[in-house]
């Protein structure tokens, strides 16, 4: 998983607050995926981006979340009006293409782990 | 709606045996599935994967198997090295954006 960077690591908010994550993809990466993990729980799907495009965000909240891939820069995830329930690590994986075979291809960062008070 | 279940949270063996992970899946609509092996604050990497037209594929040390009808597969770790040592994912494909994971298992391989 090296090169797909994320930042920051840590990141801790109050109620009602604004979070924003970045993730840089690897270089020659033009797909973006995050990924939320809960307590005790697998990685679940949220959101997939190409390059000022989203692809298919079936797997975000209806509200409070969005996310950008722009032409120049990271691919950042924005939560607004933060509440305890987001607490949680937030992956972001890239890959180069979009293929049956993209699962192997999947390149994942370190995570941010956001804490809401 | 949890489709892809670790039952066990952990396991712990002994170095040189065998660890056997264990995954249930229920949609049988998922065609491919996937390992990732997680080290502490890294993000997961890719271990190896099976199609549904195999039933078994080999990749040094590892080993993972995939019974259909049961829709139950399972990874071999064989022998075990205190280096696997990690938080393995079960992962299934269904061949779009929505890649399912469970929740994962602690492996302890202990010296």
């Known amino acids: 998983n090296a090169g797909v960077m994320q930042n920051p690591r840590h990141l801790v908010r109050r109620r009602g607050q604004e979070a924003r994550l970045r993730c840089s993809p690897m270089k020659g990466h033009s797909h973006v995926y995050w990924y939320r993990q809960l307590p005790e729980e697998g990685l679940k799907f949220m959101v997939y981006?190409?390059?000022?495009?989203?692809?298919?965000e079936s797997g975000m909240p209806k509200e409070r979340f969005s996310a950008e891939f722009p032409k120049e820069g990271p691919s950042i995830l924005r939560i607004q009006q933060v509440v305890r329930g987001d607490s949680a690590a937030y992956f972001c994986?890239?890959?180069?293409?979009?293929?049956?075979?993209?699962?192997?291809?999947?390149?994942f960062g370190s995570g941010t782990q956001l804490s809401v008070l | 709606d949890q489709q892809v279940k670790q039952n066990s949270p952990s396991l712990s063996v002994q170095e040189g045996r065998i660890s056997i992970l264990n995954c249930d899946y229920t949609?049988?609509?998922?065609?491919?599935f996937l390992w990732y092996k997680k080290y502490p604050a890294e993000g997961p990497t890719f271990l190896i994967s099976i199609s549904s037209i195999k039933d078994k594929n080999e990749d040094g040390r590892f080993t993972v198997f995939l019974n259909k009808s049961a829709k139950h597969l399972s990874l071999h770790i064989v022998p075990s090295q205190p280096g696997d040592s990690a938080v393995y994912f079960c992962?299934?494909?269904?061949?779009?954006?929505?890649?399912?994971f469970g929740a994962g298992t602690r492996l302890t391989v202990k010296p």
């Open positions: 992962a299934a494909d269904p061949n779009n954006n929505d890649m399912r």
């Open positions: 981006l190409q390059k000022e495009n989203i692809i298919d």
């Open positions: 949609n049988s609509m998922f065609d491919y």
């Open positions: 994986a890239s890959s180069p293409f979009r293929s049956r075979d993209r699962g192997e291809k999947l390149f």
